[in-house]
């Protein structure tokens, strides 16, 4: 065989040399191709007890282990010469069109995990083409929110307080800003045991002491954004002065029934969506109480360990409630394989929650869109190798061991 001496020409082109990016944010995302890589940046760029607040669940984290195993079980049932050039990953949530069957779970206090907080989640959803649900115990008041991306589907996630009087007058205001979506989350009569969150001292807002001090002081542009953005707090309960304690017994009511929910109900003229369905029980009585759609969720694993996992749940209350209302899914979801995994045993849609707040903390709202994008992507790809087109021909064609 002949040899050559190669030229810079022929050479050139296989070392890959790429134009550097010089923007860190955007180098970082770049990196990331997976939610789980997206959380490792995540967990580099925040404090360790903040991380720890999104990552962690109840106690010894059974349920969300047993989420995730639930998912990494499925099988696809993939049919062959199919034409899948194009694939719709596009549905109706609650009678409206959505660009993908995924909603944007409400989460608290989302300034502590980056600056940009709910506005930034809502910008991002807004630009995917699907629901934000903000919390009310969001840094964020619904007004705000509402103003800052107009043409949002945005939802508002409720807890129905003992003070009934102050929970009409919220009601009140989100109606005020514009809202026709209520979620109303029903599995927390009392906090969860998050041992992370107790060992690592966390508070809202965030304070020092000589444990978080080291901590802090490693993740300096994020103590910065904290220190020269507004405070961070609860923006639906402004005029609440006390604890974070005092507060979450206020909120979280214990003596919650069913007859709360058609309260409910009587009060509010909009779409209302129960969230924290964990029996098939439960879910036919909320349908019958007049709800619009469920959600069948153990709270992400953060309230009571050991509870059912949501995905193996799924089939039942789908077959139970029997399209008379919409059933999404939440819990455990981290790709876009997931979300056809959970529509395939019977979802309308899948909440997520973690999947977004580590696009967040790992890149505030561009971290968002980057969430978004690899979960879209993933789907698309996933349709493609099963044969699928629409989301719709994905029912029977999933098995969960």
Known sequence: MRRRIPTWSAVAPLLGFRRPVLDPVERRLRSALTVKDLARVARRTTPRSV????HGAAEDELSLRRARAAFAA????????????AVDT??????R???????????????MMHHEGEIAVARAAARAGVPYTLSTMGTT?????RRAVPDGENWFQLYLWKDREGTLKLIDDVRTAGYDTLVLTVDTP?????????????????SLNLRTMWDFATHPAWWVNVLTTDPIEFASLRSFDGTVAELVAKMFDPALSFADLAWLRERWEGRLVVKGIQSVDDA???????????VVSNH???QLDRAPTPLRLLPRVADAVDGRAQVFLDTGILSGADVLAAVGLGADACMVGRAYLYGLMAGGERGVDRMLEIMRAEAVRTMQLAGVSAIAELRGRVRLD
């Open 97 to 111: 069109r959505a660009a993908f069957p995924l909603i944007l779970a409400p989460t608290g206090f989302t300034r």
């Open 190 to 206: 009392v906090a969860g045991n998050r041992l992370r969150d107790a060992r690592n001292g966390l508070t809202i807002p965030p």
């Open 74 to 85: 499925v099988e696809f049932e993939p049919r062959v010469l199919r034409d899948v050039t």
């Open 51 to 54: 991380f720890d607040y999104v």
């Open 90 to 95: 596009s549905t109706t949530i609650l009678g």
């Open 300 to 302: 992400g694993g953060r």
């Open 141 to 145: 008041s619904p007004g705000e929110l």
């Open 284 to 294: 036919k009585q909320v349908v019958d109480a007049g709800a619009d759609a469920l």
